[in-house]
């Protein structure tokens, strides 16, 4: 009986060494071998998560001081592929005048991916921001072999200028700094209630 309970102890022992070892080698490989930089490097993509993550202020706030000039200059990355005047010529991509606001997916003559056509609603301002922001993680599967701006800047701004191509649809409302002041402006009545506490000491 006790041998066997040793033997058992033995086991459970060895057991747990073999998956610490097996804990610290592929440790070791996996993160020896995962690069700073995933991948290869693509103009605009963003890295995952960490410093190059974008954090930066909401798409509502970046338009609010978008710059349509300056999205016109963006607009170079997409002319390749895609015309924005009105009754422009679909290329590689649709025509896309006025499309802010448009359903997704709907310029007649155009062969949409079908992951692209499964997705519902209308090009907001918000919807084209993500697009933008990565057309693979938007819509899986998407013909759009673009990598996506990973400046959200450049994003507002050519978002700004699309929307000056016909659609003109009023931006949306600022919405993050006002609640961050909002949220600041609350932390002074919060201190001021701690020298009554102490008072009360
Ligand atoms: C390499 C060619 C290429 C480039 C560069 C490109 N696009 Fe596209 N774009 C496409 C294709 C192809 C589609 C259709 C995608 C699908 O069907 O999945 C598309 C679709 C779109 C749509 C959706 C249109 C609709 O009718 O639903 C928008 C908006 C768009 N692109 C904007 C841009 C902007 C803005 C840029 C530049 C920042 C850009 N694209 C760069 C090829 C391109």
Request: proline content about 5%; overall charge negative.
């Amino acid at each position: 009986m006790d041998d066997r309970f040793n033997t058992m102890a033995g086991w459970a022992l060895f057991a747990g060494i073999i998956a610490l070892g097996g804990t610290i080698v592929s440790g070791k490989i996996f993160h020896g071998g995962r690069p700073e930089k995933m991948g290869y490097a693509i103009e605009g993509v963003e890295a995952e998560g960490g410093a190059g993550a974008d954090e930066g202020p909401g798409i509502a706030t970046l338009l609010a001081s978008a710059d349509v000039a300056a999205g016109e200059k963006v607009f170079g990355k997409c002319a390749a592929c895609h015309t924005v005047n009105q009754g422009g010529a679909n290329g590689i991509g649709p025509n896309l005048y006025g499309i802010v606001g448009k359903p997704h997916a709907s310029i007649a003559g155009f062969a949409y991916s079908d992951a692209l056509k499964s997705v519902s609603g209308n090009w907001t301002f918000e919807a084209l921001d993500a697009w933008l922001k990565s057309p693979r993680a938007y819509a899986d599967g998407t013909k759009m072999t673009f990598a996506g701006l990973g400046n959200g800047v450049d994003r507002a701004n050519v978002i700004a200028y699309l929307n000056a191509q016909g659609s003109n649809l009023p931006l949306p409302a600022a919405e993050a700094a006002p609640a961050e002041a909002a949220a600041n402006a609350a932390e002074p009545a919060a201190n001021a209630a701690e020298p009554a506490a102490n008072a009360a000491e």
